[in-house]
């Protein structure tokens, strides 16, 4: 996803006029004047205004929480030329202990050393002194590898230039979330309109600031890590060294959203009978523009059927409800909607000292009246260096009560929408005392693996400590549906799961411990040439990535091969600095493994090209030394099927450890249940437990609320049956989109049984989404509002399912505006599926290519047969592709003795029968359907 901001600025020249500004009192900027959004090209965010610098709107007091840029002026050539000296301050580099060098390639492809120092806080600084004019690349390594950022460039023009010049370190490097800053000197360039834009992972922030002197300082602030395109124009044309990149370092801002639902409601006219199930009825609202989106249906106490929706726009509207594709009695029908009732956000009114400035630690409050506003719904979004607490109070008044509560100190930037249109988007200082938090971070070079072929030996490669590799089995489906078994075999620090792919495409490997998908499993494998890369196909799991004890090794496995060439990084943030260990395959995975010296609760990042992989960042509970646990172990496990509502029980022994037990349930969705714990005779103590989802569950045992050896524990609760893997994801709305239409997909279930499916989309703005249940499985419609790319993720019993998430890009026009995320969410409790015209479940058939008129045979036992003795002829079907032989025997009384085939390599065959009783036989021979020439064959025994 690339954002674009852009700020016009027209310097002020002798005689020109004022420009008058005043905010509205619904968009509260902290600086004086508004960037408003505006649609731009797919996937690029554009913001404009064109103003009239004055000290009015360039108070320095106003610019207090934003640093401003020191230019040093040094190093004169012979030709008295001077140049401005680069520095670049808090540069991230690992603190592990290595080898740091930094190298400068100048324009002529000469190399010069520039300065470095030690900041002392896992960041460097660095000084060069330049002495010629255009491109430089700053290469800064560690250990060899490029650090995060790195290579670095920057474009130096001479002090004395009398062309309109850009400097300071704002153009080469930041920290996200904090102010980058550069100056841009208009010395000598008369009247005219300066136009500052910024692409990249994120939008942002702009503020610029006339100083009176011939120069415009330029701050803005950056929410994701990321290369950023800088382009400076005057005259709608680039300046010198325009446009600039500048590489953003430091993690992705921590996000936090809570969505508020205000909606229209009409009845169902006419009476529906109890027993419809609601899961089988869709609705759809058709607006008088042509937009079509999914509504809400919900059972109202009288019986009937409630419609729940969220009004754009004025005038007739037609409402449909559909069972199994056909409409129900009394649909479709009309409602009308009065222009009063759709959203308007420029009516919603924000006030509160939380919008300009807040405390670490504390709740900081605003209120947001939407009273006259209509209905939609109401989206927050704060975005900083902490993760806030948000809640919020409904108010008599129909206002809400919002706060927030960081806990670091820094810029937050918070958006606010109504009815998917903006209604805020502003920056708060936050100050005060943070968390004391540590973070430490790697980063590697991740290479394409070869592709692989049809034929070839494939492997995928895991650690499990403290399992073999009896407890474990794999299989592998192929992509016409042929599931097969792979070995599993002891590798170097490891397992590996091997097989030979017969088929190009993407096969889906699962790989199971004690009947349970290991993490991260199933795994995509693609055979060939990948079909998309990128940080949605990168996969991670492993015991790291759910607990932790102090002092013991946290490990979990990383899986890139699907995500082609990119660069890895991790981190761990948390109460103490994590020593990180990192291993690569050089197959597409990598192992990793951190060390914490303090318990507490850590945050562990996974991002692949500066974009996180799905389902980071982890949060992962590091408990203290486990002492007495140790000693605890648990007996009587339920190891056969477990069902909801269907109480379980298990034995906990103490072992002379001392304390005290507690013991929980916490089901896919979340949701925790305590345990009923008994004494069942001296030291030891039943454990029982009633589960109410489908799914994997987990029970979390604890001794003096320290995890005992082996918690959380994972039951499996459902049908046996229930497997992820074989859900099947199709159709248009996982493809591609358009922005306003209803689109939609299909979750085959026929095959994985009952259990937990959640289905989220993630993009650039919220979507209408509904779910209904069909014959062999579920269809999911969803209307995306604006252009983009958003990622839908289908997961069954907790794991994603083969395919997710999958990446749908939409194209058309901007109906709403966009935000940098929003999500959409459906959960559903499936039942067992059966697929049409079946009465079981049945593997699906690969399929085959293959010329039948190409099989060959010969041998005598074609031409005569000896009675009481073996008869022998071949098959030869190496030229006709790949298919299943048949080859069938009658004779006068019925079939002859017996028959026997032999592959004896290469596809070709060695038949043998034996005779019985005098007369005519006759042998047919299929490959596939098809008969091979010659077939069926008359004989004379």
């Not at 690349?137 to 920057?154: A, I, T, W």
Request: glycine content about 10%; overall charge neutral; proline content about 6%.
């Amino acid at each position: 996803m690339m954002y674009s901001r852009v700020l016009k600025f027209i310097p002020r020249v002798e005689g020109a006029p004022n420009f008058p500004w005043k905010p509205k009192p619904y968009f509260p900027f902290t600086w004086p004047w508004p960037i408003v959004s505006e649609p731009y090209t797919q996937n690029v965010y554009h913001s404009s205004n064109t103003f009239q610098a004055d000290s009015s709107v360039s108070e320095s007091e106003e610019r207090s929480s934003y640093q401003t840029v020191r230019t040093t002026k040094t190093t004169k050539t012979t030709e008295e030329e001077e140049y401005r000296s680069l520095e670049l301050n808090r540069i991230p580099v690992p603190s592990t202990g290595g080898l740091l060098t930094a190298e400068v390639k100048m324009p002529t492809g000469k190399m010069e050393k520039p300065e470095i120092e030690d900041n002392r806080d896992g960041t460097v600084s660095i000084r060069y002194a330049p002495h010629t004019v255009g491109v430089h690349e700053l290469l800064l390594k560690y250990n060899g590898q490029d650090v995060q950022g790195s290579p670095y460039f920057f474009f130096v023009d001479s002090v004395s230039s009398e062309s309109l010049t850009a400097y300071g370190p704002g153009l080469t490097h930041g920290i996200c979330g904090e102010p980058c800053n550069f100056t841009v000197s208009t010395k000598g360039s008369g009247a005219g309109g300066l136009q500052f834009s910024i692409e990249g992972n994120s939008k942002a922030e702009i503020l610029c600031t006339d100083n009176k002197d011939g120069t415009v300082s330029v701050s803005y602030i950056a929410t994701a890590p990321g290369e950023y395109k800088i382009s400076v124009k005057f005259g709608d044309k680039h300046i010198r060294g325009s446009p600039f990149t500048s590489k953003i370092t430091g993690e992705g801002r921590k996000r936090n959203q809570i969505s508020v639902g205000s909606f229209s409601e009409v009845t169902f006219p006419g009476k529906v009978t109890t027993d419809m199930d609601l899961r089988s009825l869709n609705a759809f609202i058709h607006a008088p523009s042509g937009l079509e989106e999914p509504c809400f249906l919900k059972r109202l106490p009288n019986g009937n059927i409630g419609i729940s929706f969220t009004p754009r726009e004025a005038g007739e509207h037609e409402v449909s409800v559909r069972k199994a594709g056909t409409h129900i009695a009394n649909s479709p029908f009309k409602i009308k909607v009065d222009a009063k009732e759709v959203g308007d956000a420029r009516k919603v009114i924000v006030t509160g000292s939380g919008l300009t400035g807040g405390k670490t630690h504390e709740e900081n409050t605003f209120n947001v009246n939407t009273k006259n506003a209509g209905y939609g719904g109401l989206s927050l979004s704060i975005e900083g260096p902490s993760k806030c607490d948000i809640k919020y109070q409904d108010k008599p008044d129909n206002s809400l009560d919002i706060s927030y509560i960081p806990t670091e100190p820094g810029y937050y930037i918070i958006n606010l929408t109504f009815a998917d249109a903006r209604v805020l988007s502003t920056v708060v200082k936050v100050t005060g005392e943070g968390s004391n938090r540590h973070r430490e971070k790697i980063q590697y070079q991740r290479e394409a693996v070869p592709v692989t072929e049809v034929g070839s030996e494939c492997r995928l490669t895991f650690k499990m400590p403290g399992v073999t590799a009896f407890e474990l089995s794999a299989s592998v489906t192929s992509p016409s549906g042929m599931t097969e078994d792979a070995a599993i075999s002891d590798v170097e620090d490891g397992y590996g799961v091997q097989f030979i792919p017969k088929e190009l495409g993407v096969h889906t490997v699962s790989v199971k411990h004690q009947e349970l998908h290991i993490p991260g499993s199933p795994f995509s494998f693609t055979v060939g040439k990948l079909k998309d890369g990128g940080a949605h196909r990168v996969h991670a799991g492993g015991a790291g990535l759910e607990r932790g004890e102090q002092g013991i090794p946290c490990e979990f496995n990383v899986w890139t091969r699907e995500a082609g060439p990119g660069s890895l990084a991790i981190s761990v943030e948390g109460p103490s600095k994590a020593e990180i260990d990192f291993k690569d395959r050089k197959d597409g995975s990598c192992y990793v493994s951190y060390t914490v010296a303090e318990p507490g609760e850590y945050r562990v990042g996974i991002r692949f090209n500066e974009e996180s992989i799905p389902d980071s960042p982890y949060k992962v509970y590091v408990s203290p030394d486990t002492g007495e646990a140790k000693k605890v172990d648990i007996g009587q496990f339920p190891e056969g099927q477990v069902l909801t509502n269907k109480p379980a029980m298990f034995l906990v022994r103490k072992n002379t450890a001392k304390g005290q037990l507690d013991a929980k349930l916490v089901s896919p969705s979340g949701a925790e249940d305590d345990c009923f714990i008994d004494t069942a005779d001296f030291e030891s103590y039943s454990v029982r437990f009633m589960p109410k989802e489908n799914g994997i569950n987990n029970l979390h045992i604890k001794l003096n609320q320290v995890h005992i050896p082996g918690s959380p524990f994972r039951v499996k609760v459902g049908t046996e049956d229930a497997d992820p893997a074989c859900i099947h994801v199709h159709g248009k709305g996982i493809e591609e989109v358009m922005s306003g239409q209803k689109t939609d997909f299909f979750i085959d279930t026929c095959h994985s049984g009952a259990g937990h499916l959640a289905v989220t989309i993630d993009g650039p703005s919220k979507v209408s989404m509904d779910c209904t249940e069909l014959e062999d499985g579920y269809k999911v419609h969803w209307t995306p509002l604006a252009t983009g790319f958003y990622f839908v993720s289908v997961k069954f019993q907790g794991c994603h399912v083969p395919g997710s998430p999958f990446k749908v890009p939409c194209t058309g026009k901007e109906l709403v505006d966009k935000v940098t995320k929003e999500s959409s969410t459906v959960v559903v409790e499936t039942s067992h599926k059966v697929a049409k015209n079946q009465n079981q479940s049945k593997p699906a058939l690969p399929a085959f290519k293959s010329n039948a008129a190409k099989v060959t045979s010969k041998g005598m036992g074609l031409k005569k047969a000896y009675i009481q003795k073996q008869n022998q002829f071949t098959i030869n079907a190496a030229d006709a592709g790949n298919n299943i032989l048949y080859v069938g025997m009658l004779g006068p009384k019925g079939p002859c003795e017996e028959l026997f085939i032999k592959h004896t390599g290469r596809q070709n065959y060695q038949v043998n029968y034996l005779c019985k009783d005098r007369g005519e036989y006759l042998i047919w021979i299929n490959y596939g359907n098809d008969p091979i020439p010659g077939s069926p064959f008359r004989i004379e025994a």
